[in-house]
């Protein structure tokens, strides 16, 4: 059975940074893209961040871009997505999602698998 398990999540001051893990339990993990959505109350689900399968193609959400990092390591089978110089308005709970031979889509429904999320909180 395929999971998907975010960590890292958590409560940082504004202007601080975090790093956040996707361990993921599939099996040929390296032919999934991978990518990150966000979820902040209220509102929709929005994109943030993909990685292609190949690793080669990365495309980041207009919120986040030159702010984040999306990378994979495939010997973990995890994906991580670094955020520096954090905001308020970064507050959200964060998924994980997978696709097989994905090219780095923005489009949830283009993700086969889902992570149940983990939240952060960006104090001003």
Do not use: H
């Not at 993909?50 to 193609?57: D, F, K, P, V």
């Not at 994979?72 to 954090?86: G, S």
Request: aromatic fraction near 12%; glycine fraction near 12%; hydrophobic fraction near 35%.
């Amino acid at each position: 059975q395929v999971q998907l398990v975010e960590s890292g999540g958590g409560v940082v001051q504004a202007g601080g940074s975090l790093r956040l893990s996707c361990a993921a339990s599939i099996a040929n993990f390296s032919t999934y893209s991978m990518a990150w959505f966000r979820q902040a109350a209220g509102k929709e689900r929005e994109f943030v961040a993909a990685l292609s399968w190949t690793g080669s193609n990365t495309y980041y959400g207009d919120s986040v871009k030159g702010r984040s990092t999306i990378s994979r390591d495939n010997a973990k089978a995890t994906a991580y997505l670094q955020m520096d110089m954090l905001k308020p308005e970064d507050t959200a709970v964060y998924y994980c999602a997978a696709g097989l031979w994905g090219l780095g889509y923005t489009s949830q429904s283009l993700y086969d698998y889902w992570g149940q999320g983990t939240q952060v909180t960006v104090s001003s």
